[in-house]
Structures are given as C-alpha cells and as structure tokens.
C-alpha cells in the first residue's frame, strides 16, 4: 500500500496538469501579443505607402513603369499569336482541301460560255485574286464575270421571293390633289339690300317688325308719312286737270305744256320710288295719300332693322337689311403651300353634319390676293346654290377641293422613291431579272404617286417593296467597282492568293 502511494506520488511530481496548463496559456498570450505586434507594424506599413505612393510624382511613375511592363508584354506576345494565326490557318486550309477543291476557272468559263474577271471572296468582297484559291475566312473564292460589273445585280428568284420583292409598272395617269378645310358660311354680299328712303317723313306703321322675318319680294315693309309727296302728288292731280282743260285748245303748243307737266310730276314720283300702283290709284281715283308704302325689292331675310314706329326718317337713313339666301358665299383658309393647288372655277364639294349624307357642289370665285400675316393662310371664297333655303349664314362646314394636277403624266409609287440626300433614285427591273439603281427627276406628289420628269421610260418596272435591301446590294457592287478601278486588291499577310 504504502509503495503504491509513493508511485501516485511520483506521477503527480512528473506531469503536474496544472503547470501545463499554465504553460499553454502561455504560450498562446505570447502568440496573440506577437501578432498584434505584427499586424500593428503592417498597419504603420500601410499607411505610410499609402501616403507615399497617392503622392503626384510617384504615382506617375508608376503608370509610366506599367505602361513600359505592358508594352514589353505586347512585344513579347506578338510573334507567338502570328504563329499560333499561321499554323490554324494551315490546317483549316488541309481540312477544307479534302472535302471541297476550288473550281478552275477554265471549267466554270467553258461551263457557263462567260469570261471571268476576277476572284473575290463570298464572305469578304474586298479580297480580290486573278485566279481561284482561297479566302481569308478559308472558303473556295467565287467567279466574278466581266458582264456583271456594273451596277445591275442578279439575285437568284427563289431570294427575290423570300425577301417579298414586289414591282410595278411605269405607267401614266392623271393626278389630282384634295385640299380639306373647314368653310363658314356667310352671304353673299352682292345680294345684300339695304332700303331707305330719298325724302324725309315720319313712320306711320310698320309691316315688318322684328329682325329675322323673311320677306317675300314686293311685300310691303311699312307706309310712310312725307310733307314732299303729298305735296307732289297735289301737283300731279293739278296737271291732270290742267291737261284735260286743255287737251281741245286750238294752239298745239298749249296742249304740249299741259302734257309736259304731267309728266313731269310723274316723273318726279318714280324717282321717290313711289309704288306703281299708288301712282295708278292716284291717277284714276285723283285723290291725295296721306302715306306711301315702301316695298322690299327682292326675297330675303331681314338682317338688319333699323326702322321704329313714329319714327322720324331722313333721307338716306337705312331702315332695313335684306339679304337674298337663294346664293351662298363660303369662306374658307388654305394654308400657304396649298395655294399653287387652289385656281379660280375649281369644284368643291361641301358636306354638313346638320344634313348628314348629303354633299353641296359650288366652285372658286375668288382668291384673295392678300396673304394673312399671323395666320399665314389666304381667303378662298366659294360659291353654293341655296334654292331651298338650307344653307344658314355662320355655319361651318367640311369643304373638300380637287384640282388637277397633271393630266396623263408618267408616274411611280411614292413607295419605290429612294431619297438620299438632295438625289432622289429608283431600284429597275430589267427584263432579263436583273436590278439597277437609277437617279431620277421627280415632279409633284400627291394620291400616293410621284410624277417622274425624267429617268423612267413607260413600261418599265420599278421595285416598290425591299427598296433598300436592293440598293444597298447595289451601292455596295458600286463601291467594288471602283475599288478595283483603282487597283486595289486586298490580300491576306504573308499568303499568296489561290495558294
């Protein structure tokens, strides 16, 4: 018992847990202080080449030093990515020569009877070769022929169909052009009258009351009190019994007087506008009227009334405004770069939505000659016949103009119209199938076509749909063309053509 105590003892004297213990915290104090230390002194590191390295001076150095290290690398990389170019290129050419050979151009000349030109690339029209071989892109190049240079192209029929060409033929025609605008309706001046009187007097009763009321011609407007007619017509009836006194006398010269002054008085009575038939009831009844009636002239409406019972007249005071409806002005504006289109006697048409269905014709009677400043339209009066009365004064109205413009012209669609600039163009047909870009003179438009001046020939096709596929085809053709008149061929580096 007593040695196994002593051996107990001895092992807590060997490995004392407690030291290790204390030895491990230790040593992980010493490492945590270390590396505060450590971090602490990266820290102070940091911050001073960050301050050193944000300054003007080294921080352009150091973009010269990376722009010299980067230019070094382009150097050095360079020759290798050339060989890396040249060895692919060798062996698409080996994969491409045992599937497909390039066609020698005396077989393509003697199967299709044309003589080459030149060789050009299908995917690269700028490379250009005198004899068959291969392209950069690696693929067999294609004959040109001498009778397609130019700025017709071919395209195959099955292509025209997919991309929706579509022609039309030149043709002539006429054009008209159609302004719209709205009219006001308004009346005509020319039938506008205005009555009054040529002697003074007072109104004795009116006919013709209030404003608006239509009066039929020779109806009676109002009767009027004047001093001067009674006195005139004493005087007539004076004359009449002088010449019938007379009328027997022995001494023609007498009897010509007493006739002389009838007349005279007569006269004087119509030119008061006195009614005929007051001066017939005059005449046969000789007895004086008190009053004398003014009648309206014509059919119409009252516009203006002027005239009051009791009323004292002047001469020459207007007392009515009557207007004749049975002509209608309409008046309407035409924007300045309609006016070319607007002539004198032109048709119009005039619709209303008061009577819906319904179309009035009339025509252009007057242009005026002044252009409105503020507005910059011009007044264009036209003339409606009015029989029935419809038409109202201070309508509106939808009013519709047709001129001719041409009359059998050659024209186009507006659609087959390339403009570029101050040219205008067209894509052709010819009748072999081929396409041709021309540069045309073009006249008015107008209905959707343009009237062609010079250019076209009657008869021919134009292209009205897939235009600018075609033309850019063409230019493209156009711009080779001069490439090659200028002797440009573009090969690619460090390779024969046709090798």
Not at 63 to 72: F, P, R, T
Not at 157 to 163: A, L, R, S, Y
Not at 254 to 271: C, F, N, P, Q
Not at 472 to 491: C, F, I, P, T, V
């Amino acid at each position: 018992m007593n040695e196994t105590n002593n051996e107990n003892e001895d092992q807590d004297i060997l490995f004392p847990l407690e030291s290790i213990e204390q030895k491990a915290m230790l040593r992980k104090k010493t490492g945590l202080s270390v590396l505060r230390v450590f971090l602490f002194c990266a820290l102070l590191a940091g911050v001073f080449l960050l301050g050193f390295g944000t300054r003007p001076e080294v921080m352009s150095q150091w973009v010269d030093e990376g722009k010299k290290w980067m230019q070094v690398g382009i150097e050095k990389i360079k020759p290798i990515a050339d060989k890396m170019y040249g060895k692919t290129v060798e062996m698409v050419d080996k994969v491409h020569s045992s599937t497909a050979q390039p066609a020698s151009s005396a077989a393509v000349n003697k199967k299709l009877g044309r003589k080459i030109k030149h060789w050009r690339a299908p995917m690269n029209p700028g490379f250009i070769s005198d004899r068959p071989g291969k392209g950069p892109m690696g693929m067999a190049l294609v004959p040109v022929y001498e009778d397609e240079v130019g700025r017709e192209i071919s395209i195959n029929p099955t292509m025209v169909q997919n991309i929706g060409v579509k022609t039309e033929v030149v043709k002539r025609r006429s054009l008209s052009r159609e302004i719209r605008t709205i009219g006001r309706l308004t009346y005509d001046e020319r039938l506008i009258h205005h009555i009054h009187t040529k002697y003074g007097g007072w109104i004795d009763k009116l006919y013709v009351d209030f404003t608006g009321q239509e009066v039929k011609k020779n109806d009676v407007l109002l009767e009027i009190y004047s001093p001067e007619l009674v006195t005139t017509q004493e005087e007539l009836i004076l004359a009449l019994k002088y010449q019938e006194t007379l009328k027997d006398s022995t001494f023609p010269e007498i009897s010509r007087g007493a006739k002389g002054l009838v007349d005279s008085t007569l006269k004087r009575l119509e030119l008061f506008d006195v009614p005929e038939h007051q001066i017939g009831a005059l005449i046969k009844n000789r007895k004086v009227s008190k009053t004398m009636h003014i009648h309206s002239p014509v059919k119409g409406i009252v516009v203006t009334k002027n005239a009051l019972h009791g009323m004292r007249v002047q001469p020459g005071k207007n007392l009515y405004m009557i207007a004749d409806l049975s002509n209608i002005w309409v008046i309407v504006d035409i924007y300045e770069y309609e006016v070319p289109w607007v002539k004198l006697g032109q048709e119009a048409e005039m619709n209303l939505s008061y009577f819906p269905g319904k179309k009035f014709k009339g025509k252009v009677t007057f242009i005026n000659p002044i252009l409105d400043s503020k507005s910059r339209t011009l007044k264009v009066r036209m003339e409606f016949s009015n029989p029935d009365g419809e038409l109202k004064p201070e309508m509106y109205a939808n009013v519709t103009l047709k001129s001719v413009v041409a009359r059998e012209e050659m024209v186009i669609p507006e659609e087959a119209v390339i403009y570029a600039g101050d040219k205008t163009s067209v894509i052709v047909q010819s009748p072999s199938g081929t396409f041709e870009s021309r540069e045309l003179n073009l006249g008015v438009k107008t209905q959707g076509y343009v009237q062609v001046l010079q250019g076209l020939e009657e008869g021919e096709k134009v292209v009205t749909s897939s235009v600018f596929l075609i033309d850019s085809e063409s230019r493209l053709k156009e711009a080779l063309n001069k490439m090659e008149g200028k002797g440009l061929d573009m090969k690619i580096p460090g390779k024969k053509a046709g090798t």
